[in-house]
């Protein structure tokens, strides 16, 4: 009997993006000889002919939870390997010419506070994208932090500005092989920022904090051209996208800024 | 043929909140000779003794559809009138000795600039509860605005304050007859932040908000405080409940605080 | 002396998106002789040229507050028409050469239940968004409606299926003067769920729902199929994307379908 | 000089919580011989007396710190051991009568599926919270878990059900010392439903799950009734509060139910 999946629709539509949305499971990688364990929330997808009715989406987490128990105890995994072991292994389940896996997850860096050399733990939303398309792969790495912006336009007629907490995304759209640590990435936006923000801050971390933001005013426009410029810098040769959304004291609503190299 | 909700549950256990929860409908109220349209998120819940298997929901819904539209035409309804009204119907169609209706909706009020004198239009999240126990009203009224916090710690020590965006809320309970207006519990709040906040302002505007913000420092624990304080003032012998929460600007956690008399 | 936004920024680079996000404000529509009022989510975005560094974001806001004003008297008015006053009225005062604003809001439209015919309330989410590129508008609409998803697969080989709720999304694009009815758009998404759904259902309404959802078993895959073309036959020569994801009743995931045309 | 934090306020008021939430860190345990790492959202407040102008916030932080290192390479931790040793660490650096720290996280269990028993993680949604009150030590565990409802009222007069998706929540406080397996949380919860819900489900699986859903009706009200039936025989004399929400799949409103015990 033919699974109902395999029959023929009566509508004949190609879809670009069928699969499994909002999953949630445990990964574990190594990267720079350090063991990380995230629970992503994952989104994997591929297309799907017009001749088609369904995609077996059992195959889906089959294939994510085959590789993801394999790279477990593999030395030298990152989130990126893993996402290209699942859309490999889900070829040889299911037929498919491009399909994608979307891994979100909280990594968190050891910092030291500015001044008291304190440790501190500092966790940033991240998302690894695999492409795997006719065969080849590409990725996309995504990392949000949180920053703050001081506006230099209060700051030049009152010379007292307002302050608020902002978020800087950056987006990098490269070949499977390009090297590009997410630390790297979160560095090029924390240093577009007023001043880069911390979990633990004694009175005079904070002053040091404080004195650095009021030298360093940034409308979210400026915070968005130094993560691009930033990003040019370290990551050479790729595709970026920048984002700053500044959750304004002023009023009650955002201000953003978006662009791309 | 009884009901399958009438019928003896397997396990004997009263419930006391069964019903319905984010539904959105169109409801109208005319307030101080205004007339307001909203579309709230309501939740609507009676208690179960233990000898019944279910609610009949779509009487709570037959209640809400009816009152809705018999209040769109009466002069002087508020939200609480049509919570009231809802409760009211209720009782006669499904019998229950607690019931309660929370309606969540955005409240837009019209402001002038601080120096410009320009309309500006202000959107708070307002929600009102009605309770009707053992056929007696009772209400709770919240607002959730949203103004900032400029630190008297950095201010103190360094003459330069980190500022943030904070969200102030007020909690009122209060008899069914105690005239409360939503309008005047957003003042009591947006008079305890640092400064209150505007969709729209122009630079003398601007100027003018961060001067009050610098010579009014507040940590959230001053704007709780000054919540409660400003509501026992207006509204006298009331139950209050105050919290406010700052999106910290060195940070990228929250500081919160509560409070209540 | 030259505002801060109008000076040169360190670094060189334009930016496509600069602007305000996550505004709340009243808006009036006359639409088919019927007034409505909504509080949408706006954000307005324009492009910002390397030698600039920042937009003088209170025109944007002047510019909305301004239309809404005068749109809200005015007869025939829909909520794109308020977006293309906008943004004709901010290129007046604010040179940009790419500029939008989208507008997320509930539309509430009245129907019959489908065998006792009581009116019922039923609430949809709606985008609306106006493009203006070198004087030329365009517009994308979007309706997400909640429906539900009765798999085919299980009923074949069980003769039982696992139902769900599901909600499935239409995004047209088209020139600014083409006419499209939101709750046209709304149809050709409820017309492709297994069932439509009702705030509203006395027991012989369910049991007429229930022996739809039973006789029209599909996929998420056929949802979005059905969408795509719904709409080519009613909207003709537009671009239409069509996504639904269903709330998977048997597991904790949601499974996702994409699709255009 | 005195810390502004240790001034008397303007308005005398004491209030009950004043800290930190939306904080992220690492955190490590060991249970049942397995070590566990979460990444939780953590709240932690303490309450500030009238003549107190502010909580020293980093003291807050400190005690996080510096206490999950120490149980990080500690046997047999749990996260509520890791809360109770934050509150004491806490009560030597800052003086409160009553502190409290939630922390909110997912915990992934094993599973074999019904039928062709392949191994499958299902993360499940937890929260732990600790009191600390005059020295005493109390805590909250709760867990939140998804699963469905099959309407039996639609069962019993059409011979077909409407399904969906639910979350069932189950929070039990108790003494500190109280032996609570969150894993024993999750099953009482699970046990509720009409079946359990499964990442992984391949054909036959299906099948077992959509036949159990078929012979087991449940309305939310039934499953509420019967998590705090199971939550009473396994864990005694505990303060049980239970809630389970469906996401109707005939509705675009939701169904609540909540009890306690």
Redesign the interface.
Known sequence: ?T???DRR???L??????????????IETDWDGLRF?F?PDI?I?ID?PEDR???H??RL??SI?ES?EEEATRKGSSIEEIGKRILGRLAEKHPYRRGEISMSA?L?VYRKTPKSK??????HSIMVTVIRDGGKYEKILKVKV?G?TVC???M???G??????AVGELEIRAGYAKRIDLKDMISAVENSFS?E???????ED??A???K??SNPK????V???I??NAKKRFGNVRIRAKA?S???????????????
Chains 1, 2, 3, 4 share one sequence.
């Open positions: 009997m699974d109902t999946q629709p009566g509508v539509q190609s879809l670009e993006r069928v699969g499994i949305t909002n999953l949630k499971t445990l364990r629970t989104e997808t799907l009715k369904g995609v989406m059992s987490i089959e939870t993801v909280d968190v304190r440790k501190t733990m500092e966790a949180v703050n230099p336009h209060a030049s007629y009152a007292k500005p307002h302050i608020q907490r001043c923000v911390y979990t633990l801050l004694k009175t904070e002053r904090v404080v004195e933001m009021f409308f979210v426009e400026d968005v051209r130094e691009i410029h959304v959750f304004e004291s002023i009023h009650r609503h955002d201000v953003i800024a978006e662009g791309h190299a």
